[in-house]
């Protein structure tokens, strides 16, 4: 059984762009939620989806956009990247309580 | 939302030592607590979780335990090892009754062989 994957590993990109990471979540989970982890912190929750929706956000401002698709797989998009972007994002997958984190992906912005 | 302290920041121990790392919260309501250990290049991985109907969980060489009335819960390994090497972080949850979890700010716990 295949756990939680994103793509994709690493990415650079430059002030200005717009980036799209991507996630499947682990088998049999419904709910996908996404974190942005800087060096040295721990991870900060930037909203979930559940059913294709965004069901809760954390505060992360409206660059910052989502998706979910009818196979539970999603999206993290975010526009007019800044320098404080650069991060490892991380998404988590989940049934009940449990979250189940994918590798994450590194984004450095120039 | 909930704000969740962790310490300390940074642990070095002896081989076959123990290890507590203490995480404080602010919203009384909250009632799950999950811990995960991170590897370098991974994401978080949970490594064990306590309820608030509990006050303490064990699990082979980890345990927790949860301290409601003055909302502070701890993480225990003993007998360390190389192996057990990592950054550990504490969380709570985001909001009341939601699946999203605020997390502390993480202890790097190095075992020494």
């Known amino acids: 059984d295949a756990g939680v994957t994103q793509s994709p590993t690493h990415l650079i990109k430059t002030r200005g762009q717009q980036v799209t990471l991507r996630c499947s979540p682990k088998s049999g989970h419904d709910t996908v939620s996404w974190y942005q982890q800087a060096l040295g912190q721990g991870p900060q929750f930037i909203f979930q989806?559940?059913?294709?929706?965004?069901?809760q956000r954390g505060n992360f401002p409206d660059r910052f956009s989502g998706h979910q698709f009818p196979n539970y797989s999603s999206e993290l998009n975010v526009n007019a990247l800044l320098l404080g972007d650069s991060a490892l994002y991380l998404c988590a997958s989940s049934q009940g309580l449990d979250l189940y984190f994918g590798p994450g992906t590194r984004l450095l912005v120039l | 939302g909930e704000n969740v302290e962790q310490h300390p920041s940074t642990l070095s121990v002896q081989e076959g030592d123990s290890a507590v790392i203490k995480c404080t919260y602010s919203?009384?309501?909250?009632?799950?607590f999950p811990w995960y250990k991170q590897e370098l290049g991974k994401g978080p991985q949970l490594i064990i979780d306590?309820?608030?109907?509990?006050g303490e969980k064990k699990d082979q060489r980890i345990a927790v335990t949860l301290n409601k009335t003055a909302k502070h819960f701890s993480l225990h390994i003993t007998e360390t090892q190389p192996e057990d090497s990592a950054v550990y972080f504490c969380a709570a949850p985001y909001d009341t009754g939601r699946r999203a979890l605020t997390f502390g700010s993480g202890t790097r716990l190095q075992v020494q062989p």
């Open positions: 919203d009384s309501a909250s009632n799950y």
């Open positions: 989806y559940y059913e294709e929706e965004e069901r």
């Open positions: 306590i309820r608030s109907n509990v």
